[in-house]
């Protein structure tokens, strides 16, 4: 397969020690940003369900997430992400969520890692601003927005993956394809799109041999392994909320979907976004690896799936920036560029565009994250934070509570917990019990109308629960038995 010729390895020792200074450095910004959206109690409801999930494994029990229901209900039956187990012995030796963005801070800096270490083995001191532009990118900037994910797996995986696939180590790509299937169920597409990249070079033998493992491994997640641990007995993310009537057939649906995603305003950004990010790339058969992952979500009638403000398009940063490194090369390449040409080159118009285009990308990049927000409330004084610490000194730990979704990511380490909403029910519609209960009177989680939050405080008084405690607008209510 012709990526261009594979660099001498390993780097001189001076390279590599840039390399691990620019992944070192992504690992340190992660983790503070982490640690600063948890004192600000930034993190809520996505971070809770892994800690349930963790927490238990932790603990040699099964993955059951309380959060999302009251009946036992076990995470790998929701999503297939049993890569999260290995947070398990991390969280054994310190229970916090802290534990989990850490780790994700550690796996996003392997994938900076991954992709600097491949830009500066193909391109020179280009390399470490690409690696720097991938490491802001907004595609991974959205990963730490967003409490933690096992899209950093599927980001450090699919690194090691594709370094694989254009050094060509065909044995050791096999091996990170396969770890990429413990991330999530719909990763088999990533390793569908690799089997179209040996189909664009004419290797009918691995492209047919990795596109029919993808689709088995697809198959065998979501029809029979998922359904097996889900309470259901079905894969929900399936389900396109067509009732398949009146000739109105699944593919028809899916082809409706994805026509309508294709006009949406949505659906047009995130391919303009992407093509941006990508520019050269877009010419590198490299770039064919996100296609199953974009028609996958462009069929689907879930509009999060094209918002570019959630964890979903890191893994389509690496696949970018790793097409661009590649057919960055191939284009000095086939210009003739010798090395000393593309020393002077660099140390000239090469450097100034790398540091302008460094400088644009940091400025549009980071102000479309809460990254700036996070950084400029550091140390600042908070007194809604303030009570929500008393509340939460005040509640026994070990006790089951019912919580505003604000407060979820510090109760969650001390306190078996489910979310408060309007309907009083979990999401498996079993109606929520417990002996205490957090509600944030002004809490804006449902919409405008908080008067349900009151009503609710008032129904609960009429129960036989009792107040105990009031820090501003949180209010802390127990019954005893």
């Known amino acids: 397969m012709d990526f261009g010729p594979v660099p001498e390895r390993p780097l001189p020792v001076a390279s590599r020690a840039a390399v691990l200074f620019v992944s070192v450095g992504a690992f340190v910004f992660y983790t503070i940003e982490s640690a600063l959206r948890q ?42 992400s049993p890569i999260i187990a290995v947070i398990a012995p991390l969280y054994r030796v310190w229970p916090s969520v802290m534990t989990l963005l850490v780790t994700q801070a550690a796996f996003l800096a392997v994938g900076v890692h991954v992709v600097t270490r491949v830009a500066v083995r193909r391109l020179g001191g280009l ?14 900037l959205k990963v730490i927005d967003f409490d933690f994910h096992e899209a950093c797996f599927a980001v450090a995986f699919l690194a090691l993956a594709l370094e694989a696939l254009i050094d060509d180590r065909p044995g050791r790509m096999l091996a990170w394809c396969a770890a990429l299937l413990l991330v999530k169920e719909d990763t088999p597409l990533f390793i569908a799109g690799i089997a179209l990249v040996f189909a664009a070079n004419r290797q009918w033998r691995w492209a047919g041999g990795l596109l029919a493992a993808a689709v088995a491994a ?15 007995g079905t894969y929900t993310y399936l389900n396109t909320g067509h009732d398949g009537t009146a000739g109105g057939s699944l593919t028809s649906a899916l082809f409706n979907a994805a026509v309508a995603n294709l006009h949406s305003a949505s659906g047009l ?15 590198s058969p490299l770039i064919l690896v996100m296609v199953p992952t974009l028609l996958a979500r462009f ?15 890191a893994p389509l940063m690496v696949i970018c920036f790793l097409a661009l490194i590649v057919a960055v090369q191939q284009r000095r390449l086939r210009s003739g560029m010798t090395a000393e040409r593309i020393r ?32 400029a409330a550091a140390g600042l004084p908070c007194q809604w934070c303030s009570d929500a610490d008393q509340v939460i000194d005040r509640l026994p730990a070990g006790v089951t509570v019912i919580s505003d979704v604000s407060l979820l990511g510090h109760l969650a380490d001390r306190n078996p917990v489910m979310l408060a909403t309007p309907r009083w029910e979990d999401p498996s519609h079993v109606p929520l019990n417990a002996d205490w209960v957090i509600l944030y009177l002004d809490s804006d989680s ?19 629960f009792r107040q105990t405690d009031q820090e501003g607008s949180l209010v802390l209510l127990h019954r005893e038995r």
Do not use: C
């Not at 390399?127 to 991974?140: K, M």
């Not at 697809?218 to 259901?232: C, D, K, Y």
């Not at 069929?299 to 398009?313: I, P, T």
């Not at 140390?347 to 927000?373: F, H, K, M, W």
């Open 39 to 80: 004192q600000q109690f930034k993190t809520s409801l996505d971070i809770t369900i892994f800690q349930q999930a963790i927490a238990n494994y932790a603990h040699g029990r099964a993955p059951e997430v309380l959060i999302k229901s009251q009946a036992p209900f076990n995470i790998l039956g929701d999503h297939f």
């Open 218 to 232: 697809f198959a065998l997640l979501t029809a029979v392994i998922i359904p097996f641990f889900s309470s259901s």
């Open 269 to 283: 950004a995130l391919l303009g976004a992407l093509a941006v990010t990508a520019a050269f790339g877009l010419r």
């Open 344 to 375: 002077i080159w660099w140390s000239g118009a090469t450097g100034l565009a790398a540091v302008v285009g460094l400088a644009l990308l940091v400025d549009t990049n980071v102000q479309s994250t809460e990254i700036p927000e996070v950084f």
């Open 299 to 313: 069929s689907s009638e879930r509009a999060v799936y094209l918002e570019m403000k959630y964890y979903y398009d």
């Open 446 to 464: 449902y919409g405008a109308d908080t008067g349900w939050i009151e009503q609710r405080r008032q129904t609960l008084l009429a129960e036989g």
């Open 127 to 140: 390399g470490y601003y690409l690696g720097i532009a991938f490491a802001l990118s907004w595609g991974v």
